[in-house]
Antibody
């Protein structure tokens, strides 16, 4: 049973860089789209991006190139860094395992395993 | 403002059926498969439906999904108090090149 666990500081100062790591256990690290999603307090889900095994990445353009996702396959981990944070980046951050491919005439992309989430507050 | 549009809330009595709609456009729902997630209070989202209408192992068959054109629908029959949660639709947007979600719908079982 694959499990994901987020880790990182719960408090980040404005203008600094947020760094989170997701550790994958109990399953293969390859062939999936390891993703980050966040949820501001009382609001909906926002897709941040993913990394595919081997290093291919894709990001939400709304984050204006502040986000970087990387992987450490030797540790079955992937990480998120978000630079120049503001209070608007305060949220629960989830890592998730993504499935993505082209089937028939359509693409599918869904997140079938999620971490429990970690709360990040941006405040001085 | 979410790319996909959901009603903020729906409600129904125990044992009844409820449907939750998700509206998008040709570049997202109209072009790609839809997934649905359940988020119980204080917990992480859980996948309920993928590829429009498929259920992962462990999801009961009283949960269903469908898609028509640029809209999708989640249905839950035999409502239980334990179904009270926020529900989100999601898909890939081919124009944005990004994953997108609806704003979420809060289900109340009266």
């Amino acid at each position: 049973q694959v499990q994901l666990q987020e880790s990182g500081p719960g408090l980040v100062k404005p203008s600094e860089t947020l760094s989170l790591t997701c550790t994958v256990s109990g399953g293969s690290f390859s062939t999936y789209y390891w993703s980050w999603v966040r949820q501001p307090p009382g609001k909906g889900l926002e897709w941040i991006g993913y990394i595919y095994y081997g290093g291919t990445t894709d990001y939400n353009s709304a984050l204006k190139s502040r986000a970087t996702i990387s992987e450490d396959t030797s540790k079955n981990q992937f990480s998120l860094t978000l630079s120049a944070v503001t209070a608007a980046d305060s949220a629960v951050y989830y890592c998730a395992r993504g499935q993505y491919d082209f089937l028939g005439y359509f693409y599918y992309y869904y997140l079938d395993v999620w971490g429990k989430g970690t709360t990040v507050t941006v405040s001085s | 403002q979410s790319v996909l549009t959901q009603p903020p809330s729906v409600s129904a009595a125990p044992g009844q059926k409820v449907t939750i709609s998700c509206s998008g456009s040709n570049s997202n729902i109209g072009s790609n498969y839809v997934s649905w997630y359940q988020q119980l209070p204080g917990t992480a989202p859980r996948l309920l439906i993928y590829d429009n209408n498929k259920r992962p192992s462990g999801i009961p068959d009283r949960v269903s999904g469908s898609k028509s054109g640029t809209s999708a629908t989640l249905g839950i029959t035999g409502l239980q108090t334990g179904d009270e949660a926020d529900y989100f639709c999601g898909t890939w947007d081919s124009s944005l090149g990004a994953g997108v979600f609806g704003g979420g719908t809060k289900l109340t079982v009266l």
